[in-house]
């Protein structure tokens, strides 16, 4: 089945520790794009890719940083410098047209 | 530049009942829109969307959207309400830069 995979759906780190987020598309996208979900603030977009080995920065990119060296992955890493980490994290891809996205389960990060 | 209000955080119908959900729009240029829908602790699932073409759009699970350039609306619709839409909504236009700019959700509630 094509999709977007996330990994680990819930994840516990501590405070000062850096931890990456795992985000898997086998819909051959050339887009993809991470956000961060908090409780009535809807979804912010962290950072977003467009093509291999390439991405810019999103709304509130401070604190997290990202790769794409496939066109498959997209990890995301929230650093130590991250203030409020504790958030649910959401993947997306997009095709060619660039319209629609699609999401993938979500990682729901906890630190303490 | 763009950006989404969507009207009421609770919404609250009894089941059977008309379900609408509010979203006003503000884009720069012509506007793609669309709804998704989220399930607790699960990823975003699209609904519909409208990329210029017909103004009725018509999307999974019995729910619609109407596009009114006039009003700057796109409210989704679904004539009698489940148990099993219990949710919360998005509605989000893509800006200039195929990014999303997602309002800040609506929860449906349905009532036995």
């Known amino acids: 089945d094509g999709g977007i995979t996330q990994s680990p759906k819930y994840l516990f780190r501590k405070e000062g520790q850096n931890v990456t987020l795992s985000c898997e598309q086998n819909?051959?996208?050339?887009?993809m794009y991470w956000y961060r979900q908090d409780p009535g603030q809807g979804l912010r977009l962290i950072y977003y890719?467009?093509?291999?080995?390439?991405?810019q920065k999103g709304d509130i990119a401070e604190g997290y940083s990202v790769s794409r060296e496939k066109k498959e992955s997209f990890p995301l890493t929230v650093t130590s410098a991250q203030k409020n980490p504790t958030a649910f994290y959401l993947c997306?891809?997009?095709?060619?047209?660039?319209?629609?996205?699609?999401f993938g389960p979500g990682t729901r990060l906890t630190v303490t | 530049a763009q950006s989404v209000t969507q009207l009421g955080s609770h919404v609250s119908v009894s089941e059977g009942a008309l379900v609408l959900l509010r979203c006003n729009y503000s884009?720069?240029?012509?506007?793609?829109l669309f709804w998704y829908v989220q399930y607790p602790n699960q990823g975003l699932q699209l609904l519909l969307k409208?990329?210029?073409?017909?103004?009725l759009v018509k999307g999974i699970n019995g729910f619609e959207a109407e596009f009114k350039k006039s009003e700057t609306s796109f409210h989704l619709t679904k004539p009698s309400a489940h148990m099993s839409d219990a949710a919360e909504y998005f509605c989000?236009?893509?800006?200039?830069?195929?990014?999303?700019?997602f309002g800040s959700g609506t929860r449906l509630l349905v009532r036995p």
């Open positions: 997306a891809s997009s095709g060619e047209t660039g319209y629609e996205q699609y």
């Open positions: 819909l051959n996208h050339d887009a």
């Open positions: 890719s467009q093509i291999v080995n390439d991405f």
């Open positions: 884009s720069s240029v012509p506007p793609y």
């Open positions: 409208y990329t210029s073409a017909a103004t």
């Open positions: 989000a236009v893509r800006d200039s830069s195929y990014k999303l700019i």
